[in-house]
């Protein structure tokens, strides 16, 4: 298991110059009293240097752990550390060969594309070229045709127009000759209303049977003749023949 060192940091009390401790002066040894507190100031002193011994073996023991347990998290980062470097190498050397795939590839693709730009420029202005011939070509015949158009309108126009008039003016002729049968059929009508009035008073002046008895074969043949002659269904419906 490797070790790792750790340096103690050094605090300002390391700095700080020791004060100079006075020399107190010593009692002589002859006086038991003396050497009785010197015992035991020496006894606290070797009381205390035990306690604090075993609170620093404890401290020393926690230390070790803790030591331990960063030396292992150090071995295991080191390990994960040369395998992360094994990766990136291998990463490293597919970047490379994929930068260098892509690089080729760009050029080629760039290559290709300047072609294209080359062909499509060309083709684009053959394309411009046409479209403006088109343009003109459409602009002439846009014009011939508003021209035409324009003509074969007025001409429909005018035909409209002559025709809307001839039928107008047959209209009228034909108005004005229902109007002149209307009003000959009036006058005809009006001329047999006429004759039928006068029939019927001649009627209503015919003789009677008996009248008949009393004049002449004759005159009553002849008389019926011109009757039958006149209005025969009149006079038939009126002596119920």
Aim: proline share 2%; with cysteine; net charge positive.
């Amino acid at each position: 298991m490797a070790t790792v060192r750790t340096t103690t940091p050094h605090t300002d009390s390391g700095k700080r110059k020791r004060k100079r401790v006075s020399k107190s002066k010593t009692p002589s040894l002859s006086s038991p009293s003396s050497v009785e507190a010197q015992l035991a100031t020496l006894e606290n002193w070797q009381r205390s240097i035990t306690v604090d011994m075993r609170e620093l073996r404890r401290e020393c023991l926690r230390v070790r752990r803790e030591l331990d347990k960063v030396d292992d998290v150090a071995e295991a980062a080191m390990e994960t550390s040369k395998s992360c470097a094994l990766q990136a190498s291998v990463a490293q050397e597919s970047a490379t060969a994929a930068c260098k795939a892509k690089a080729e590839a760009s050029e080629e693709t760039k290559s290709k594309l300047q072609a294209v730009e080359t062909r499509t420029t060309t083709d684009l202005a053959k394309v411009m070229k046409k479209l403006t011939l088109l343009d003109k070509k459409v602009d002439r015949q846009k014009q011939d045709s508003e021209d035409i158009l324009m003509t074969q309108l007025t001409t429909f126009q005018e035909q409209y127009e002559n025709e809307l008039e001839k039928i107008k003016k047959e209209h009228a002729t034909d108005l004005q000759a229902k109007q002149k049968q209307m009003d000959n059929m009036e006058r005809i009508l009006q001329n047999m209303m006429e004759k039928n009035n006068r029939l019927a008073q001649k009627i209503t002046q015919m003789p009677t049977r008996q009248e008949l008895k009393k004049w002449g074969i004759w005159k009553c043949d002849q008389w019926l003749r011109r009757c039958l002659r006149q209005c025969p269904h009149q006079f038939l419906h009126l002596h119920g023949i």
